[in-house]
């Protein structure tokens, strides 16, 4: 029976498909954008392959993205298909991916953990636990996970930079800043060209305030980020992150219109309202125009994509992205239904219609709020949930802007309370309040 590259069987009569997969699962575990191309070659050599199907369900249900969820149900559909045939390890495979797909995210990664437990270098069972873990605000199980299979692994394994960049990028987020960095500068230093593990170190620094360290760091590194996907933009949206805290704003709209919303790119062209590129650009605008910045008609395009994915919860944390551009640009209606569609949305029963539900819901409607001048109304809405928007998913370093409205709306409203409690859930991070930009004057203003 053939074997994967960590040596666990596959069920494929094609050595075409076998190396085919290998190229695949190399290419997700280091975010490069040839994935779907090497994705493509595996189908067509063994379409009868069920993890290879499972596979391309697991990549397709990746971009968080409704118009591509049919796709991935006739991916997995192939992969029950061919199931029977498979080993058991495959087929705990095509059971995660149907419960992805039925909006089960606890079920999803119990399975993956459930693989990890037998096969501890199960690299793709690996790395999607600690991608959802993270995209459903579960930092202590992306830790836990990658701790669990880590005696297992060693240095000779391909794919051991993706478990010590997994690794960092989880104590990060958990505040261990010194055992984290270390663990990605080996992934680093292991490959230049590791793109998670440059990512997790310069989470670390921005979270340390070190701004200089974190753009010599990231352009030390930027000639190996070629073959990555939109990974890049958002390296370079760390990089203006620096920039920010440094009020270096022009470079920040020069990196913004050349590098990680530039819409002339290959990589934007080919997923114009690509999740994490929408993320990058709508919280950069908002974070520059807090300090007086002109964001010009950069707010308009978003708008547009955020108008074509209207009823699309499927990334929770986005949607207070989108709403941001439509309530930047004043559309009024397409707000109105934005909420409409994630009010159908958190009707359901899955456990994301929950997440939208509790927390993007009022933080959305915050977000209009806000922009409405209605600051004592976003308060109302965010206060409940202000310390529990992690379970949006993403980072620290991303949710920073929603604590920025909270804070401006609190500002505004002469809420010394407010202001008071926002700065002490922000005084919880190794970065000075009184240093960071967003923070600093409100600090002043409200520290007697
Ligand atoms: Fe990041």
Redesign the pocket.
């Known amino acids: 029976m053939p074997q994967d590259m960590h040596g666990l069987a596959i069920t494929t009569s094609s050595p075409e498909a076998a190396a085919a997969f290998d190229r695949t699962l190399r290419s997700y575990l280091n975010f490069r954008i040839d994935a779907r191309e090497h994705l493509t070659a595996m189908v067509k050599a063994d379409p009868e392959f069920a993890l290879g199907q499972c596979l391309k369900g697991y990549l397709t249900m990746l971009l968080y993205k409704q118009a591509a969820a049919p796709a991935a149900a006739a991916a997995a559909a192939e992969a029950r298909r061919f199931a029977p045939g498979a080993t058991a390890r495959e087929r705990m495979h095509v059971d995660a991916l149907e419960a992805w797909l039925a909006d089960d995210m606890p079920r999803t990664t119990q399975i993956w953990e459930a693989i990890l437990a037998e096969y501890p270098t199960d690299a793709l069972a690996l790395r999607l636990a600690h991608y959802v873990y993270f995209w459903t605000g579960r930092a202590p199980d992306m830790l836990a996970s990658a701790e669990r299979v880590r005696p297992k692994w060693s240095r000779e394994l391909p794919g051991y930079g993706a478990l010590l960049a997994s690794l960092c990028f989880a104590h990060e987020e958990l505040g261990n800043y010194a055992e984290a960095e270390p663990l990605g500068r080996e992934a680093v230093e292991i490959d230049p060209t590791d793109l998670w593990g440059t990512?997790a170190v310069?989470?670390v620094m921005e979270m340390q305030g070190r701004h200089g360290e974190g753009i010599d760091w990231l352009a030390s590194l930027e000639r190996h980020w070629e073959p990555g996907n939109n990974i890049r933009h958002?390296l370079w949206?760390?990089r203006a992150l620096y920039h920010y805290e440094r009020r270096e704003f022009d470079t920040v709209l020069a990196l913004y219109d050349k590098e990680f919303r530039n819409l002339d790119s290959p990589l934007t062209k080919m997923q114009p309202d690509f999740i994490i590129d929408v993320q990058n650009a709508a919280s950069m605008l908002f974070r520059l125009e807090r300090q007086g910045v002109d964001a010009g008609r950069r707010w308009a395009e978003i708008a547009d994509k955020a108008e074509t994915r209207i009823g699309d919860c499927l990334s929770p944390f986005t949607l207070p992205h989108w709403m941001m551009a439509l309530a930047a640009t004043g559309r009024a209606d397409a707000a109105r239904r934005a909420i409409e569609g994630m009010e159908a949305f958190a009707s359901g029963a899955g456990s994301t219609a929950a997440t939208v539900r509790r927390v993007a819901l009022p933080v959305c409607k915050a977000v209009l709020a806000h922009r409405r001048g209605e600051h004592t109304a976003a308060l109302g809405l965010l206060r409940p949930v202000i310390a529990e928007t992690q379970r949006l998913g993403g980072?620290h370093?991303?949710h920073d802007v929603l604590r920025q409205m909270f804070l401006d709306s609190a500002v505004h409203a002469g809420r010394a309370d407010d202001v008071k409690a926002v700065l002490g859930l922000v005084a919880h991070y190794p970065a000075p309040v009184d240093r960071r930009v967003g923070y600093a004057e409100a600090a002043r203003q409200f520290s007697h």
Do not use: D, L, R
């Open positions: 990512h310069a989470h958002h949206w760390h980072s370093a991303q």
